[in-house]
C-alpha cells in the first residue's frame, strides 16, 4: 500500500526559505513521475515541480512562477521527495501536496493532477509580506 505522507509546512516572512519533505512508503521510484502541487483558497490545483527518472538520470519539471527559486529531488536513502523553496513570495501560499504516478504515467502531463495515482494529505505554507 503506497503512502505519502508531508512535512516542514509552515509561516515565513518574504524572503524566507522552507524545506517541504514527502516520506513515500510503499513506493519505488523508478520509471515514477513524483510532483509537488499546491492549492490556495478559491483556485484550482497547481502543478509546482515534478521529477522523474529512467534508473540512470534525473529530469526535473518547473511552473515557470517558480523557476529559479524552488528545486524538486529524490533522497533514495531516506525514501522522501523534497521541495526546497528559496526567495517565498505572499504568493506561494497555499497547501502543498506531495504526488505520485502509477508505472503506465508515460504521455501525460506533468503539471495536470490526473496524471498521479497517489496524494499526501497536504502541508500548509503560509507566506506574509
Known amino acids: 500500500q503506497v503512502q505519502l505522507v508531508e512535512s516542514g509546512g509552515d509561516s515565513v516572512q518574504a524572503g524566507g526559505s522552507l524545506r517541504l519533505s514527502c516520506a513515500a512508503s510503499?513506493?519505488?521510484?523508478?520509471?515514477?513521475?513524483m510532483a509537488w502541487f499546491r492549492q490556495a483558497p478559491g483556485k484550482e490545483r497547481e502543478g509546482v515541480a515534478a521529477?522523474?527518472?529512467?534508473?540512470?538520470?534525473?529530469?526535473?519539471d518547473y511552473v515557470d512562477s517558480v523557476k529559479g527559486r524552488f528545486t524538486i529531488a529524490v533522497d533514495n536513502a531516506k525514501r522522501t521527495i523534497d521541495l526546497q523553496m528559496n526567495s517565498l513570495k505572499p504568493e506561494d501560499t497555499a497547501i502543498y501536496y506531495c504526488?505520485?504516478?502509477?508505472?503506465?504515467?508515460?504521455?501525460?502531463?506533468?503539471?495536470?493532477?490526473?496524471?498521479?495515482?497517489?496524494w499526501g494529505q497536504g502541508t500548509q505554507v503560509t507566506v506574509s509580506s
Open positions: 521529477i522523474r527518472t529512467n534508473g540512470r538520470t534525473w529530469s526535473r
Open positions: 510503499g513506493y519505488t521510484f523508478n520509471n515514477k513521475l
Open positions: 504526488a505520485a504516478s502509477s508505472p503506465d504515467w508515460f504521455g501525460r502531463s506533468w503539471s495536470k493532477a490526473g496524471t498521479y495515482s497517489y
